[in-house]
């Protein structure tokens, strides 16, 4: 059974007879029904509770080997009903003297596994004393085992466990310093170097240590740890006394040593990022990196600049990332232009997966150090030249900003624009860029030779045939400006910019016949045209998307050290962004808005109605305003990445009645009906954003933000396949204070099988966590899953109901059908009730394009050209569930 197991097949028989093997006087039967039930059965396996007195006489019981097993099994499995059951023998067992080293170690271990698992169910007020009883232990193999339970339990309540701390330091000083550690305990020379690491490490969660001479003693272990790492030719020993080393710098840091120290420890740091080993190298980057949340040691990392820049151009792209990091983290005023520089040196022959950030992080220290505007317009100007299509559209934006913004720049700006646009091959975003800024400031360059009106236009024209559909708008909205600065008129350029415009009034693409048409009608205005195409207007202050995004995109912990530096830096007072209302009313052609910490990736072309319309929630039977969200980031790279900012506290809006219970009318939202009313409670802490906005736009995608509030956000991302679904809830920590109480309860709805993951106690400061979610559909219904979410932070204790977007279009998959499929099924289908006819009247008129949009992101598949009028709209889909056999839906659309 264990074998066919093992080769991956479930096995559902004979599980009684493995429960029953563990009540066997025999050693080979007992081992064999302890081996096999903790393979087979999990914590919530029914015949578990056949088991739990027999192996509760095995643990107090006097047969060690018998004693060992059942702790193993315990442990593997660490159900609630075995740490009820249990976990009060287990604590005996582990304090008992009479034990043997063996079983004690496998009781800490075991005790260890049912806290992690039921904190609240493992009672261990009044521990104190005994971990310190504990830690007097002579023999390391419970001593390690004891210090992997101190670690759970300090990081769960620190302020209960200080009488632990001196303990700790001798422990640390025992090993380094004294090497006070049997032979079998010592690893190529190294004393029990995994124990140094836990010691180190339950350290950490001590926010400072007021004995002096306990200080004093540990400051002098770590001075020694220090003093004594080196590299060796030997990889396991490097591997051993490295994982010492780096969690002594993390210990170093976080007791905030004395500033020599600080600098030793850089420069220990510089020696590993020397070596040629490329493991070594990563781990000196990643921990310089991590170092620079300390204040005083940049200086120190600035004089490893140039190795730091040799690691960047390796050919291993993990060493080249980090090298990356840690120039951007060590940017400041003084090394900005130097490091830019060699950024954009490197740009040519770095890897293109590392492309994109590397012009991110380029155009970010441009914008936050530049010594002066036009600096910062060529550093721009030649990442777009170098890295085109890697850029994305927020970093022209942001320049657009700029030279919209500063009077003094606009010249400079046009000029270089005219410069690279004259080359002849251009990426397309340089042309987007050059363009506008051209067709805005082109004017002030009127009197150089070679930027005459005619000759402006020119140079943008020879680019029209090239570029795509999303760039032709740009191109004739330069052309209408140039057109209105040209005065006196010049009647051969109006004749050519006019036969343009003609040429695109009959345009597929709307945006471009639009633009056409209404350009060569104002173009026929004359002087009234000087007022309606007007220079745009100052944009207001805002904070830089790019910066946002960065911090978006951060991932691991060292990224997150830079972080917090940067957020301390003073950037560079070049870039200055003032705030001006609009003089002429109209809107700047480009809003580059703040990203928040999730995205949810659009599923078709259209716009989303949640960000881009003003949403109306019904309150109380009248409509009222609601404040709108801004989009979302992907939750998975990030979601699979760190919440790097706090709700503000002027961006919380109020619970509204109909927030949860209600479903605003429109026509991409789900009926009414198929959500069930929920209680909102009245929590004293208010949601971020609209909660019932949030569900409808989850309807429609596959991932976004659920819920969100100062303290907490959760996110999904799902995926759906038949009648199966998988969600992963992602929640995140955004303070920097632990979670605690954390619970989730899913209540599902009568067609829906759902399971839910377990869901951990404490979400850690600045951490995610991920609870997959599995979802089967049983049978069709319009009934909506409830997420009952609690968790405390300080005194505020949390109780929010969600609606869980596992809704019936959800389980459909496109299917496109030909005319012969669609009409004869159609036409057998009689009435009702499986075919249903509706008249809609008084909603708001949509778009065809927009209706199959829509229609798409039911995951309703269009057919074209079934029905002969062009009006009408033919789809179909497939419904699928558990019970009933795929079931084929036919939508017909009549206008």
Known sequence: MLYIYM????????????????????YPEKQVGYIVTSCLLNENHDFLRLAINTVRNDIIGRNETFQCLALTLVGNIGGREFAESLAPDVQKLLLSSSCRPLVRKKAALCLLRLFRKNPDVVNVDGWADRMTQLLDERDLGVLTSS??????????????????????????????????????????????????VKTMRALQYFPTIEDPNTRRTLFEVLQWILMGTDVVKNVNKNNASHAVLFEALALVMHLDAEKEMMSQCVALLGKFIAVREPNIRYLGLENMTRMLIVADVQE???????QIITSLKDPDISICRRALDLLYGMCDITNAKDIVEELLQYLNSADFTMREE????????????????????????????????????????????FVTNNDDLQPYAAAKAKEYLDKPAVDEKMVKVCAYIL??????????????????????HEKLPSVSTTTIPLLLSAYAKILMHTQPPDQVLQNQIWTIFTKYESCIDAEIQQRAVEYFALSRKGAAVMDILAEMPKFPERQSSLIKKAEDAEADTAEQSALKLRAQQQPSNALVVTDQHPSNGEPPPVFVGQLSVVKAPNMNNTEDHYSTEQVLSQENGNLSQVDQQPPSADPLSDLLGPLAIEGPPGATVQYENSAVSGLESGPDVVDGSAIVPVEVGTNTIQPIGNIAVRFHALCLKDSGVLYEDPYIQIGIKAEWRAHQ??????????????????????????????????????????????????????RPSRDVAVLDFSYKFGTHMVNIKLRLPAVLNKFLQPLPVSAE???????????????????????????????????????????PGLDPNPNNLVASTTFYSENTRAIVCLVGNMF
């Open 7 to 26: 080769l991956g097949y479930d096995v559902d028989f004979g599980h009684m007879e493995a429960v029953s093997l563990i009540s066997a006087p025999k």
């Open 147 to 196: 210090m992997s339970l101190l670690v759970a339990l300090v990081s769960n309540n620190h302020e209960a466990y200080w009488t632990c701390l001196p303990k700790c330091v001798k422990i640390l000083e025992r090993l380094a310093r004294n090497q006070d550690v049997p032979q079998e305990y010592t690893y190529y020379g190294i004393p029990s170097p995994w124990l140094q």
């Open 300 to 306: 120190s990392i600035k004089r490893h600049q140039a």
């Open 358 to 401: 590397l012009s991110l992080k380029a155009a970010i220290l441009a914008e936050k150090f530049a010594p002066d505007l036009s600096w910062y317009v060529d550093v721009i100007l030649q990442l777009i030249e170098k890295a085109g299509d890697f850029i994305s559209d927020d970093i022209w934006f942001r320049v657009v900003q």
């Open 439 to 460: 067709g805005e400031y082109s004017h002030l360059l009127a009197r150089r030779p070679g930027c005459s009106p005619k000759e402006i236009f020119s140079i943008i």
């Open 725 to 778: 679904g998988r969600l992963v809830l992602f929640l995140g920590n955004k303070n920097t204070s632990p979670l605690v109480s954390v619970q989730a309860l899913i209540l599902p709805p009568a067609h829906l099988k759902m399971e839910l993951s377990l869901v951990p106690d404490t979400i850690p400061p600045r951490a995610q966590v991920q609870c997959p979610l599995e979802v089967v559909n049983l």
């Open 821 to 863: 499929e669609f009409f004869p099924q159609w036409r057998s289908l009689s009435g009702p009730p499986l075919k249903l006819q509706e008249v809609v009247r008084g909603v708001r008129p949509m778009a065809l394009p927009e209706m199959g949009n829509l229609l798409h992101s039911y995951r309703i598949a269009i057919s």
